[in-house]
């Protein structure tokens, strides 16, 4: 029994954090989780978003771990399933979903009751809206349903008729058919779950008066319909009654929450009118006073408190509405003024002693840098909360964080060079992404960032650059036409920029060359290799390793359309130089010869090979060693030419 009342019995394993499951299944090292508590404790963001920015874990991994951790809540797997079941996902790179079919979980159980694959068959997200929620909901902490309806994906109502949904699937009261059926028809009637299960015959509807302890709440003011439902979410999640998350989130004191239960007992006994408990722990929350002081103080009584207050504790603005020198409506603006002010605001914080006074001070210049544009308000939110938890100023905080680099653009400053330092941090964030693989989301970015581009006259090498990044996400998407067009506009603003021949030009052409052999169009791939090869002899010298890789891919494109002779030219030069300049047994130099000794088979030169055969069985390893293109740093925020 729990607040009076008698709970699900939960698995031993229900209560499992997200880092002991980490340990647990032995994705991380005990070492490197430590680092990653410690950082979380000390910046406030949730565990699964600092792993997955330190490089731990990624994005799709940490999203697999959270579904395993929430199957384990539920009891439907357990930690030796789970373990065998996420070994599948980071070596297969699939679903969980996917690797609990492999692993040969009945289907049945895949299809676990959580609220995002409920409202998916229900059709009100699809796959890839759901899966963007819940790298919200692990990098912000909020539930999956407060992240849909703060994303505006789905309405509130929605939300709470999937959560009963969910209540009454978690409670073995209806078929996952029948909930899904019923919360199409809730939802477009506006209607609770319960009438269409009725009407259906799956579910009896109560025969007395009965509320639900958030229903209760909710009418007597106590909450609001966002933190019921958010506390529901976290109930089903964490296998909690809502009473006992209610306390935990701190939405609610333990005592209004017993008076609450209580008032439910009573109303449920029907030994108390549901408007009079909810008029009684309105007072009780509203006064301060006991349950039986609220049920003694009914008729005259509330009257004359309410007399007393009118006389007695009159507020300041009631009093300048009750002599009509303000109107309500100059009122609301009056205060919504004093909110926009956040000097005002401090002062009645202040004043009130509601926190503390040097934490007011750090809130104050954190926002007023996420104001400036010198910090973004997710960063400006950890700073503080870095401020608050170890007693340091913003200065500190922004050193011990290691982002003092953010803070760069001291005021004041031209309009024309806050918007390039704009620009390049949003560069910074969409390359980030990028290289996350993120696609779809990167590729809304930078087709952002260019049209910006051109809209503050970026005219410099900084806009080719960053068409090339989303022309290869688009290559990356097999959008080849697409990603063709944009380089070969950079390459024109790049030829427009620069004399006739810069490293910046021979790095696209060699991203042209290369788009070209992927698409098979070989010609115009020979094309662009000749010019790439004639640029790096001179920018680099005939005996450069690049000159090397040049004559590489441009013998590939002559192998593969027959023309042995030049291929075999080619290769050889390729060969010579790699053999003086990394030596013959390097990894280069080896994949270079295997060409080579291939082209010599097509020529029937029989000689020429065997002397090669010794050498080509040998193991390859390591890389080619390509053209140095500018580091992600510089990529964005200096338009100098070296």
């Known amino acids: 029994m729990q607040n009076g009342r008698a709970t699900k019995q939960a698995p031993a394993s229900a209560g499992l954090r997200l880092g002991e499951l980490i340990g647990g299944l032995g994705l991380l090292g005990k070492r490197e989780l430590a680092d990653a508590l410690k950082v979380s404790h000390e910046t406030g963001l949730p565990l699964g978003r600092v792993l997955v920015m330190s490089g731990y874990l990624k994005d799709d991994m940490l999203a697999a771990v959270v579904d395993a951790q929430s199957m384990i809540r539920e009891g439907l797997i357990d930690i030796g399933m ?10 297969k790179q699939c679903t969980l979903n996917q690797a609990l079919v492999e692993s040969g979980v009945d289907s049945e159980i895949k299809r676990s009751n959580l609220l995002g694959d409920l409202l998916m068959e229900a059709g009100y997200i699809d796959e890839k809206r759901l899966k963007l929620a819940l790298e919200q909901s692990t990098a912000t902490g909020l539930p999956l349903g407060r992240t849909l309806v703060l994303s505006g994906l789905i309405p509130e109502e929605l939300l709470s008729i999937a959560i009963n949904a969910q209540v009454l699937l978690r409670d073995s009261r209806v078929s ?5 059926q019923s919360l199409r028809s809730a939802f477009s009637r506006h209607v609770p779950i319960e009438v269409p299960l009725a009407e259906k015959g799956y579910y009896a509807l109560p025969t007395r008066q009965s509320i639900r302890l958030g229903e209760i709440l909710l009418a007597a003011g106590v909450l609001s319909e966002q933190e019921l439902m958010t506390a529901l979410e976290f109930g089903l999640a964490n296998n909690k ?36 408990a909810t008029l009684a722990l309105s007072a009780i929350y509203r006064d301060g006073i006991t349950l039986e002081e609220a049920l003694n103080n009914s008729g005259p ?3 004359q408190k309410s007399k007393s207050k009118n006389t007695a504790t009159q507020t300041f603005p009631e009093f300048l509405q009750l002599t009509k020198n303000v109107t309500t409506d100059e009122l609301r603006k009056a205060f919504e003024a004093v909110l926009l002010n956040p000097q005002m605001v401090a002062k009645i914080l202040d004043v009130a002693g ?20 010198r910090l973004s308000i997710e960063h400006a939110c950890v700073v503080l909360e870095f401020c608050r938890k170890n007693q340091v100023s913003v200065d500190d905080a922004l050193k011990a964080l290691n982002w003092q680099q953010l803070d760069q653009m001291q005021k004041p400053i031209s309009t024309r060079e806050y918007d390039l330092a704009k620009w390049a941090e949003a560069c910074r964030t969409a390359y980030a992404i990028y290289e996350l693989g993120d696609l779809d989301q990167a590729e809304q970015m930078w087709a952002e960032i260019l049209d910006r581009a051109e809209e503050i006259e970026i005219n ?7 068409k090339e990044v989303l022309a290869k996400i688009y290559e990356i998407q097999n959008r080849h036409n697409e990603a063709l067009d944009l380089f070969l506009e950079s390459l024109k603003s790049k030829r427009a920029l620069f004399e006739e021949n810069h490293f910046e030009i021979a790095a696209t052409l060699n991203n042209v060359a290369s788009l070209a ?18 640029m790096l002899e001179v920018l680099s010298g005939p005996t450069h390793p690049n000159v090397a890789s040049a004559l590489d891919n441009l013998g590939l494109t002559c192998h593969l359309q027959k023309r042995y002779e030049e291929a075999a030219a080619l290769y050889q030069r390729a060969l010579d130089i790699c053999t003086n300049t990394l030596g013959s047994e390097h990894p280069s130099t080896v994949r270079v010869m295997r060409k080579y000794a291939a082209t010599l088979k097509a020529l029937d030169k029989n000689e020429e090979l065997s002397r090669l055969n010794g050498v080509v069985a040998g193991t390859i390893s390591g890389s080619w060693k390509t053209l140095q293109l500018p580091t992600e740093d510089s990529l964005f925020s200096d338009a100098s030419v070296n």
């Open 354 to 373: 509601v926190i503390d006074k040097n934490v007011l001070q750090e809130a104050l210049k954190s926002y007023q840098l996420f104001k400036q544009g």
């Open 176 to 180: 996952r058919a029948q909930a899904t």
């Open 517 to 534: 052999y992927r698409i098979n169009d070989l010609k115009l791939s020979e094309f662009y290799s000749r010019q790439y090869l004639v």
């Open 82 to 91: 789970a373990k065998k079941v996420l070994a599948v996902v980071k070596q």
């Open 460 to 466: 410099d090498v900084r806009h080719p650059r960053a």
């Open 301 to 303: 009584k509330d009257s």
């Open 241 to 276: 009654p809502v009473g006992e998350v209610l306390t935990d989130l701190r939405f609610i004191e333990e005592a209004t929450i017993s008076a609450a239960l209580a008032l439910q007992k009573m109303v449920a006994e029907q030994s108390l009118k549901l408007e009079d």
